[in-house]
């Protein structure tokens, strides 16, 4: 019912008694008062609240969520030399081409973005000897190439300065590789696990489009003693990508 009309029924229902009690004629008035005041409050308020307003907090906050942002980096890997960390074996070389993914996942530490990593690496090949001893030692100076393909599911980066043009990095991965044949041992394994470390810098070339300089990096390899023997390899290794950026 309209405010006016229910009102208006309400005033009519207090004259044809005000005659009869003083009191209810007093309290008829102070009634008509209070409804006065309420319903043009209560009009209004239904009136302003549209519901283009009442979604608007909504689509603000739609519109401030930024992608996330993604790189991917065509990257290449060459080693330099070898030296015993956590492996045996010496003399052999490791190269290495794929794609990492890079992720910013869990906010920032010690000033640094904190990135997760993946990484697939359909392209591996050892140089090593044909022949060496059960712990990784040359046997023999004739060497040949043994092809392989590596994985490495589970790593992260911290990286400096992320919205300037040139950008430090630190970054480490885990997974697996694998090679068509026993390598390092006769009596080894044709699989093994990887632990990748490294630093250097990333270089924006343009606003999407960056190289990567890995200065230095520890690619080490062993089979954590699935068989017998064990000789593993540790390499130092420059890293080297072509980066695409996503989001941000």
């Known amino acids: 019912m309209p405010s006016h009309l229910f009102i208006g029924s309400v005033t009519d229902s207090i004259q044809s008694h005000r005659y009869s009690d003083p009191r209810l004629s007093r309290f008829g008035c102070c009634l008509i008062i ?26 603000a906050m739609r519109s401030e969520k930024q992608p996330v942002e993604i ?17 045996s074996g010496t003399g052999s070389k490791l190269y290495t081409g794929g794609i990492e993914y890079d992720r910013h996942s869990w906010g920032s530490f010690l000033g640094a973005r904190m990135d ?12 090593t000897p044909t022949k060496s001893y059960p712990w990784g030692y040359p046997e023999t100076t004739a060497r040949h190439i043994v092809p392989g393909m590596g994985i490495s599911p589970i790593g992260f980066r911290m990286m400096w300065r992320p919205q300037k043009a040139i950008r430090p990095y630190i970054t480490a991965k ?26 250097g810098v990333q270089v924006m070339m343009k606003k999407r489009i960056g190289l990567r300089l890995g200065l230095w990096g520890d690619y080490h390899f062993s089979n954590a003693f699935m068989v017998p023997v064990n000789p593993g ?6 890293n080297l990508g072509l980066s695409y950026h996503f989001g941000g």
Request: a negative charge; hydrophobic letters at 45%.
């Open 174 to 199: 885990g997974g697996m590789i694998g090679f068509t044949e026993k390598v390092l041992a006769t009596n080894a394994s044709y699989e093994s696990f990887s632990l990748q470390s490294g630093f």
């Open 34 to 59: 209070g409804l006065c005041l309420h319903f043009p409050t209560a009009a209004h308020s239904q009136e302003s609240r549209t519901p283009s307003e009442s979604t608007l907090p909504m689509n």
């Open 71 to 87: 790189e991917l980096i065509f990257e290449g890997l060459a080693s330099y030399g070898n030296y015993k960390i956590f492996a």
């Open 116 to 127: 997760y990593v993946a990484e697939i690496l359909p392209l591996v090949l050892l140089d």
């Open 233 to 238: 390899l540790d390499v130092m290794n420059a």
